[in-house]
């Protein structure tokens, strides 16, 4: 950090000549008056992070747009900030005994399991004073389900994008073998656009090819332009998408393959519940995108607490698609529903198997 002393006859001439110099990038360290000669001088220290280039007057419209989007990402951190140090003084705030033994019960629960203040404090705000309304529906709304099955997601295209090894490759095949289980005449296109050292998109064509489904591989943006050119020949496309290395963010990996646009697309996030907060927070960040529709949940089989499901979902607004809880690619994964979900916050008991779910798919 550069820091910088400024001085002047008066607070608003300062002030004036910090912003003209460093714009809105200016810490204020600290800000004294003195006398020199009789005259009072205002003596204001600001630090700039060296990183900031002095501030550039945005004349064009655009300017002042792009700009303000730059800034977004330190204002999303100060706004954490805020909203943590706000969480701590509301906090105390919440007289428990406004709640019922079991509305109270249950949010110490949640607590303890990982649940953040934000989100307990909203539930709080739905439950006070009305000691007869169950938690449940309340619980429900902050955390929807969307399951992946037969008829309710109409997208032609699904992407799997996550972290590397959240379980995306094993993901995408139990998805192309439950829809070819459960619509044996479907045309399934199983699609790898991972191109890395790993074996997961060997893996995916030695399944495709067992169970009788086409397998396309995509290297460049001209092998996604020619799926989306054949994607009348198929019922649904399956993709499995590669961890995104350092700065990559999903929204400009998609640009960048040509099917950020009108291309029928769903992608769903894969991760597992084990992540600290702030590697969900970075998460979320890199895979926003206007495409992202739901979360898939893995690993679950090796958690020993659920919070994150919940602070999730409640971060990002969207709803749950798919748990899996076991390495095979045999009675691991069940599409997600209200039941299952909560037994698995509450009891810490996984989903039942459903009865030989994948059995003949292969
Ligand atoms: N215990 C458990 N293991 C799982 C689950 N899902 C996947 N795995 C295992 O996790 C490991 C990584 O899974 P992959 O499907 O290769 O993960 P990926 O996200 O495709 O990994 P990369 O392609 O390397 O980024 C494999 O050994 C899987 O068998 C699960 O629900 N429970
Ligand atoms: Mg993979």
Redesign the pocket.
Known sequence: MRVKTFRGISTATVFAEIKAEFGDNAVILSNKSTEENGRKIHEIMVGVDNNEKPAQTADTRDEVISDAMNNIPDWNQEWKQIKGHMMALLKPQMNLNLLAPRQRLALEYLEKEGVDSNVILDLFQQLRGNKSKAILPELEKLAPMRPFENGIWKEKFHALA?P????????IIRMALKEKKENPTARICLASA?Q?Q?K?RLVLRHYADLSGIEFKELATREDFARLIGESHNFDRIFI?L??LAGDAELEGWLAACGINGPCDLAVHL?LNPYYATAQYCAFLKKYKSSKLKSLIW?????SCNFGALVNISYESGLPVSLL????GLRN?MKPACEKDFWRLIFKHQLPKEEKAQFAKAV
Do not use: F, M, Q, W
């Open positions: 996550g590397h090894g959240a379980g995306k490759t094993s993901t991972d890395g790993g997961g499995d590669p961890g894969v893995t690993k679950l089989d090796e899996s809880y076991g390495s691991s």
